[in-house]
Nanobody
Framework: VQLVESGGGLVQAGGSLRLSCAAS????????MGWFRQAPGKEREFVGT????????YYTDSVKGRFTISRDNAKNTLYLQMNSLEPEDTAVYYC???????????????????WGQGTQVTVSS
């Protein structure tokens, strides 16, 4: 299984970025996909998740209304559209896959089996 994130970069506060996660080696349409992030000196934290058919999403409170997760099962690709970015969003962003869709377990790292290498997002003030 390989998950490869892309799309990170440096952006000013208030700006937008779109992250992508290309998946291979798994039945993408049959797994839950999630986004996590890790800032320097902090633990990896849950950002949001999307069910295998894409009909259900769930976000942590701090990104609700600003971030949108979507997926294209035909392209085996996961997306994270990030708008109204804030300096507090600066982190390495990771995508991950899980065979589960159960709350609140799906919001913790231990519920995910495979992880990407991460992509850096830096938001300047």
């Amino acid at each position: 299984v390989q998950l490869v994130e892309s799309g990170g970069g440096l952006v000013q506060a208030g700006g937008s970025l779109r992250l992508s996660c290309a998946a291979s080696g798994l039945t993408f349409s049959a797994v839950t996909m999630g986004w996590f992030r890790q800032a320097p000196g902090k633990e990896r934290e849950f950002v949001g998740t999307i069910a295998w058919l894409g009909g259900s999403t769930y976000y942590t409170d701090s990104v609700k209304g600003r971030f949108t997760i979507s997926r294209d099962n035909a392209k085996n690709t996961l997306y994270l559209q990030m708008n109204s970015l804030e300096p507090e969003d600066t982190a390495v962003y990771y995508c991950a896959s899980s065979p589960r869709w159960k709350f609140p377990a799906i919001t913790i790292t231990q519920s995910y089996d495979y992880w990407g290498q991460g992509t850096q997002v830096t938001v300047s003030s």
